[in-house]
């Protein structure tokens, strides 16, 4: 019994130290528990993330300094509160939130996991609005960048599309133009360039080439004389037959093919380098003028829909330039006629005119006989009209040579006093017919120019017969000064019936008359100022007027040594 006593008391302090011992440990690992829980809140504290822990009720329980910060509300007022926001586990989601009444932007990755012993949402949130202020800056600026881009290239497509229209517009020779427009397309869009013209029977030629490489221009030459076969293949048959464009954005080698005529053809063409290729027509009143093609030789430079309306509008701005350039052609063509027509004409009747004055001179003069009073009154009516025709004959036969670039100038030194005095022996007996005084005012001392006096004198004439033939009554005044040396000035004033403000440009227009009428009964041509102005062109000169519609006209000739 004792002995049974003694073993039991053994197994009870054996049993009381084991619960010691599981005490113990089980303190231990409590106090592990709680400084590792510890360990975890302050990780969750400092960590630079929001975190919430939310439990299966949608409560919070748990949030961080960071959450307190992102939420904008303090750690009582989100603890115990409902989340607000869907958990979806292992996702990443943004939400909207409004802090102190400013939108900001947080990025949310939930983890499912334990909390105190219950399943709960751990919830680690960022601010990203900084961020995604960022993206949506970088995606503006990109937005502007593009679209300064774009509107870079309208701005560099219409300075080029100006540009063209001036070139284009500079010359009415339609060669020149086709040219400049070669060098023009080469220096802003194509590596090279070529223009076609269509012949009479619609037949193309390379008319115009030009390279943006200088060392290109003797290939070049060899593809401009190279003819084409109106039956083989080419592009340019099919441009101007269909009258639509081309656009090979890549060229290969199989389109090269199908648009060369043999070998050394494409090894032209390879050789001035070929990646990217255009061809438009050039289409004036409903006529396939030409064409020009335009090639980019690299192929980083690719022609897209852009470059051909660019091209398009080109050939249509070159198109109308072709066919004022041929107009005009046509319209000096047609006008040289009527000038050589009006020159020969007046030439031709001047001499028999001239011979009929002289007859009716010597008739009067009584050779061979003396005749009746009443006969020599109408030889003198004759002579008068036989005049006056000579005079319109002369005037139309100077104006068709200066209109057709005939007249020549014939200088030598002259004293203008001279020339003032032998239009003046003229003027002066046709002002006095007419009740007119007329006065002649010269410097004292010579004045010398180099000039050419018959044109001068001309031009004089021309000016005192209308003075003479527009002022009924007062006077004529015809003045000679030199303003400066080697510069002369001749005035021509008289106190006619003027000339209306509106008119004093129109005067000068050949055939131009301020009364239509005045022709049937002055006899007129509308030619005498036409021609002054010309010949004082032609003399390096101007000429201007003053005027006052009732109270007369003043013409002032200036004149240059030369
Ligand atoms: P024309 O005298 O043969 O009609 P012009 O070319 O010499 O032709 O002149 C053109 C027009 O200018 C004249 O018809 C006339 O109306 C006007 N004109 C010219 N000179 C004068 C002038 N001195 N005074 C008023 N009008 C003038």
Redesign the pocket.
């Known amino acids: 019994m004792r002995a049974q006593r003694v073993h039991l008391t053994t197994e009870q302090d054996r049993l009381t130290d084991d619960v010691r011992e599981l005490r113990r440990e089980l303190e231990s690992r409590t106090r592990e528990l709680e400084r590792s829980q510890a360990r975890f809140r302050d990780v969750i504290e400092r960590n630079a993330d929001a975190i919430v822990v939310v439990d299966e009720k949608g409560v919070v329980r748990l949030v961080n300094d960071a959450a307190t910060k992102l939420f904008g509300a303090s750690r009582e007022q989100l603890l115990g509160s409902p989340f607000g926001f869907p958990l979806v586990a292992d996702e990443t989601t943004e939400l909207d939130l409004v802090r102190n009444g400013e939108a900001r932007v947080a990025e949310m990755r939930v983890v499912e996991s334990e909390w105190e012993g219950e399943t709960a949402c751990i919830a680690s949130l960022r601010d990203i609005t900084e961020r995604k202020r960022a993206e949506q800056d970088a995606r503006e600026l990109i937005r502007e960048y593009a679209a300064r881009a774009a509107a870079e290239e309208a701005a560099r497509r219409l300075r080029f599309l100006l540009e063209s229209s001036t070139v284009l517009a500079s010359s009415l020779d339609h060669r020149e133009t086709l040219s400049a427009l070669a060098r023009l397309c080469v220096s802003e869009i194509a590596d090279w360039a070529v223009v076609y013209s269509v012949d009479e029977a619609g037949v193309p030629g390379r008319l115009e080439v030009a390279h943006r490489e200088v060392g290109k221009e003797e290939l070049l030459r060899e593809l401009q004389q190279t003819p084409i076969d109106p039956n083989g293949p080419h592009p340019v048959l099919e441009v101007v037959r269909a009258r639509k464009p081309i656009l090979a954005e890549a060229v290969t080698d199989a389109f090269l093919e199908s648009v060369t005529r043999d070998a050394r053809h494409r090894k032209i063409v390879s050789e001035l380098g070929v990646a990217s290729f255009m061809m438009v027509p050039i289409i004036a009143r409903d006529r396939v003028l030409g064409a020009i093609s335009l090639v980019s030789s690299r192929s980083s430079r690719q022609f897209d829909e852009h470059d051909l309306a660019l091209a398009e509008d080109i050939a249509a701005r070159a198109a109308l330039a072709i066919a004022n350039a041929r107009l005009y052609e046509e319209a000096r063509r047609a006008n040289k006629t009527k000038s050589d027509f009006l020159a020969v004409v007046s030439h031709d009747l001047r001499t028999p005119l001239t011979a009929i004055i002289g007859y009716v001179d010597l008739m009067e003069m009584g050779v061979p006989n003396q005749l009746p009073d009443a006969t020599r009154e109408r030889l003198r009516r004759i002579r008068t009209s036989a005049t006056h025709l000579l005079y319109l004959l002369n005037e139309l036969l100077i104006f068709a040579r200066l209109d057709s670039g005939r007249e020549e100038l014939r200088r030598s030194d002259v004293d203008l006093r001279d020339v003032a005095r032998d239009a003046a022996a003229v003027g002066e007996p046709l002002a006095l017919e007419r009740g007119l005084r007329f006065h002649l005012d010269l410097p004292e001392h010579p004045v010398i120019l180099r000039t050419d006096p018959n044109k001068v004198r001309q031009v004089l004439l021309?000016l005192i017969g209308?003075?003479v033939?527009?002022t009924r009554q007062g006077e004529i005044r015809v003045e000679l000064r030199e303003p400066a040396e080697r510069l002369a000035t001749f005035r021509v004033r008289?106190t006619?019936?003027?000339?209306a403000e509106q008119h004093v440009q129109q005067?000068f227009e050949p055939f131009?008359?301020?009364?239509p009428n005045?022709r049937a009964r002055d006899g007129?041509?509308?030619?005498?100022?036409?021609v002054v102005r010309r010949l004082v062109q032609l003399l390096g000169g101007e000429v201007c007027v003053e005027s006052e519609l009732g109270r007369g006209?003043t013409f002032t000739v200036t004149l240059p040594s030369r």
């Open positions: 021309n209308n003075a033939k527009y008289d006619g019936v003027g000339i005067i131009w008359q301020v009364d005045q007129g041509t509308g030619l005498g100022l036409s006209s």
